[in-house]
């Protein structure tokens, strides 16, 4: 589920086995009035709202597409062909959005523009076994804009700072750096 930028409402994707009952739904927060289904697509992910509220961004199949939040209107980004797409996040100026996508065995993300071009923004590697970038995981983009975050998974999780920022030092590295050992 996501949140309306003006935190009224709640945009969330019904799953459901049902094609009567599957698709993207909004709630007002707080009300007892049924959910109001705006789009039936079958999507592949939860969907995100824009932060300036005009659109809800979404993946159906290898489509993403923005809804209109009253439902009225439907837009096509890009019919994502470079393999596997997941985890969409806005950026925080809505002109854009960042996609993570598994492509010929690399795991990547880019900066996906509202016309449907595409920019690398980082290569992550090649998948190697046990790691999974995209399975369930998310984006997350810094307040400022400025940095992305995402987990890999594999025995443990670890952070990945994108995009300008370092990563920050490991715990035991600090110690040492404390005891003028490092």
Known sequence: PTWSPDSNWVAYRNASAS?????????RAGSQQAPIRISDMDTAGAPVWSPDGKWIAVQSGTD??????????????????????????????????????????SQRIFRL???GSA?????LGST?????????????????????LTTERRSHTRVLLMEGLRPPRPFWRRWLDRLGIG
């Open 19 to 27: 094609a009567q009952k599957r698709g993207v739904y909004k709630i």
């Open 64 to 105: 993403v597409e923005l809804l209109a939040p009253d439902g009225n209107a439907k837009r096509i980004v890009t019919k994502w062909s470079r393999g596997r797409a997941d985890c969409l996040v806005w950026a925080r100026n809505s002109q854009f959005l960042y996609l993570l996508a598994r492509e010929s065995g």
């Open 113 to 115: 523009q509202l016309d």
């Open 119 to 123: 920019t690398l923004v980082r290569d």
């Open 128 to 148: 190697q076994a046990g790691t999974n970038f995209v399975d369930g995981n998310t984006l997350s983009l810094s307040p400022d804009g400025k940095a992305i």
